[in-house]
């Protein structure tokens, strides 16, 4: 994929953003994909893709979200993206003809995003299209595990107790360094939204919950 | 092994292909190779390291074949690059005389590959070799297994049924979708050549094999 | 932080030198800091966070050593640079007001190291500062454990026999060709250091030993 990045822009920057998102875990993938396009600079391209559906007649997309520019799958990888903003625009790629049934990465949507690096304009890429495949929205409930095993939410601060794995949780701080030892606590994370975390422990084997798991805001007593 | 790279060409663009290649791996390795460097730009350098025999007598090699340049060492590794092509010329590498003994990643081929990727001429960077170290033909086998346990094997297709593992593979499918459910089957994988998969499952466990398992191809019944 | 490193510097060359460091480990950090940072070009920039601290009270900082360039926390993680160096410049660096509390990485380390990529002087992103946080010297012992099980020590060569794990390490070999085989033996590393070793085997598992474990350097008997 990289090789067609630079085949279609020899002058493109590549910065790896995850691999670790899980075969076949659409939601985790579209966390990444929102949450890893942040703070690039204007006019950025974000390639994504996650399996299955490859060889399906699933559309290939690309996007525009504000400054940002989106091409992979058209299988709800970018849900967040969308709900996130109001200025988004698509067009469903035109396949090359020689594309591989199996190798979409490779053959479609690094092409299009090397040419979107490389200055084509979105309505060169495809026609415009409108119905995008998106996930229903999951209610409160956990995102993404970050390597530390810190829960990130889709909450937006501040909230009050949370109610996770059959615990509350009902501290908060605003640094690691001010929680208490060993408790869940909230804070607001890197990406402005509510986290939680244990201090010198794992939030996700502490409460014993991964991704996508439900939370509960508690009314205040 | 990067800044040494950088040292010899300010102006290098660094892509990482794969750092999963067992230790020791010399088949394994010289299949990466060949497949991680095709769709690259005319001009690509491709360096590669698989140990052992770090610091035995072996030469360093810098090879063209196409219009990519290889650089590591001849141990074998280039065996499919070689196999493949019929336009290959071979020069040994002069070491520089401050080499480490024990690293020839970094003093070795990451300079000389800085150095062709900065328009230096193949030549000018040892004398031509002809006698390279080649692996035998490992007949009808699995050349890799990607992240999903797919099979890559050296056949071209089309084929028919197949013999593996002590299982017989005959369906296929031009893709994943339209694959039948849990059972092994073949398609045309990206690179052209057979491949071996299995519907939301892993062909390698589904058939207890891994890289290197021998392939029969049965005759038509 | 590396759209932030992009954001602030748009030309900036990055290379990921290691993500194998292991949380909180600030000694192995520290070590993969100094390895890595030897042989990039000048005016290199070398970007290093290893937890915990996040929030606390500690400096971000920003130093020159020799023609490198290091940006990270003021928690000890520069220890080894700064002691094999005697010309190191350090300065605290200014907080932007819109820092987040949690990820220092994204907003005060990465801008800065973007800054003094694109051409910012040192002294143009803090006040200087002299009593940095340093670990204690740790004596003989292991720095770090490559992924071959190979000990990287911090003893310069050359030694007589090692005492280790319990055992007695007196063999050495210029190379691993001409090395003994399954018995540990100390050779020059990479890094001009004394590495132990052990021929197709690993020397942690053979030693039964980690990060950190003591080294006694016997007298010639």
């Known amino acids: 994929m990289k090789a067609a990045v630079l085949a279609a822009c020899p002058t493109a920057r590549l910065v790896d953003i995850s691999h670790s998102v899980e075969p076949f875990d659409i939601r985790g993938g579209g966390f990444v994909v929102w949450a890893g396009s942040q703070g690039f600079p204007p006019g950025s391209v974000h390639l994504a893709v996650v399996d299955p559906g490859v060889g399906s007649d699933r559309r290939a997309l690309a996007l525009r979200a504000g400054t940002n520019f989106y091409v992979g799958p ?35 949507f690094a092409p ?21 495949a998106l996930l229903p929205d999951p209610g409160p409930s956990v995102l993404w595990i970050d390597g530390f095993g810190n829960l990130v ?3 937006n601060p501040p909230v009050g107790a949370l109610r996770i794995g059959g615990q509350t949780v009902s501290a908060s701080a605003r640094t690691y ?12 994370g890197s990406l402005g939204l509510v986290e939680i975390g244990v201090r010198q422990g ?16 508690l009314p205040p007593s």
């Open 153 to 155: 939410t889709n909450l």
């Open 74 to 108: 058209d299988n709800g990888l970018f849900s967040m993206v969308v709900a996130r903003r109001t200025d988004v625009e698509a067009v469903s790629l035109v396949r090359p003809r020689a594309a591989s049934a199996t190798f979409e990465g490779r053959d479609v």
């Open 177 to 188: 360094a001010e929680a208490p030892s060993r408790i869940p606590f909230w804070y607001i």
């Open 202 to 217: 794992r939030a996700d084997r502490v409460l014993g919950v991964g991704i996508g798991a439900a939370i509960e805001e």
């Open 112 to 132: 299009a995003a090397g040419r979107l690096a490389g200055g084509v304009r979105l309505n060169e890429l495809g026609e415009p299209c409108a119905d995008l």
